[in-house]
């Protein structure tokens, strides 16, 4: 994970993963070249950066100033495929690594102790990747979740079935302060944080699919103001388009990660 946890002004102290349990804390993409990664999405999404405490491998991206995403150059060091990861926040990386282990998901990376915090990258059972975090959380954190420049969704095999696996990991639904309300609307598991939705849950994807949009994943969404204006300038900046509407898009970069951009208007 890779963010900046200094304090806002005015602040006397950053959140942390003590006091918020379980709800995505942050986004983050694992890059193979740092430049080109800035390049196309400061042309996409208008995005701005700046260095970041993890050191010289890893940036935050600025949207109007406030941080939104990390970007971490770290997919050849690791031996990982290029793509963004939702984080979620955890009270004990070492528990939270067990519990998955304990529930037929597996460990990619990590434990691993940085200055704010420890954090580790995670496959469920269906093999979606997902990351948690121990530790500060990105000055301003209340804000950015509030202003949610960043969603997250899960495409999986069966919605209740990883509700069941999340919550018992992230501690869901436990009635914990600063833990997460899970409902049921319809087909879809519905996350909240602090009355706020944060991430939703639904069930039709296919593991053994060979397109990797239709297996198991964690979806990052970022909001914009034109939906069409970024698909083109994905196109125009060695990107492509996956699947396209005035409300939403399917993006890839150059490196191979898939987001979506989706209308402030419907978010």
Not at 28 to 47: M, N
Request: hydrophobic residues 40%; contains cysteine.
């Amino acid at each position: 994970m890779n963010h900046d946890t200094t304090p806002a002004a005015g602040t006397t102290e950053a959140v942390t993963t003590h006091s918020v349990s379980g709800a995505p804390c942050w986004v983050s993409l694992t890059s193979r070249d740092l430049k080109a990664t800035e390049e196309f999405y400061g042309a996409v999404l208008g995005w701005t950066w700046r260095g970041a405490r993890l050191g010289e491998r890893f940036r935050v991206a600025l949207a109007d100033g406030a941080p939104v995403a990390g970007i971490a150059a770290m997919a050849g060091m690791w031996q990982m495929a290029v793509a963004w990861t939702p984080y979620f926040a955890v009270a004990s990386a070492d528990v939270a690594v067990a519990r998955v282990q304990e529930r037929g998901g597996t460990t990619a990376v990590g434990p691993i102790s940085f200055q704010p915090g420890r954090g580790a990258l995670l496959a469920d059972r269906d093999g979606a990747t997902f990351g948690i975090w121990e530790g500060d959380l990105p000055s301003n954190w209340e804000s950015w979740r509030r202003a949610a420049p960043a969603f997250v969704r899960l495409h999986t095999r069966d919605a209740f079935d990883s509700a069941i696996f999340y919550g018992q990991v992230l501690d869901w639904a436990s009635g914990k302060p600063g833990g997460c309300e899970v409902d049921y609307e319809g087909d879809e598991v519905v996350l909240r944080s602090g009355g706020d939705i944060v991430a939703r849950i639904e069930s039709g994807a296919v593991e053994s699919a060979p397109d990797p949009t239709i297996r198991p994943h964690w979806q990052v969404h970022f909001a914009v103001s034109d939906v069409t204006a970024c698909a083109r300038a994905a196109e125009l900046h060695g990107g492509s388009v996956l699947r396209e509407s005035p409300e939403e898009a399917v993006l890839r970069d150059p490196d191979g990660a898939q987001f979506t951009v989706t209308s402030r208007r419907t978010r």
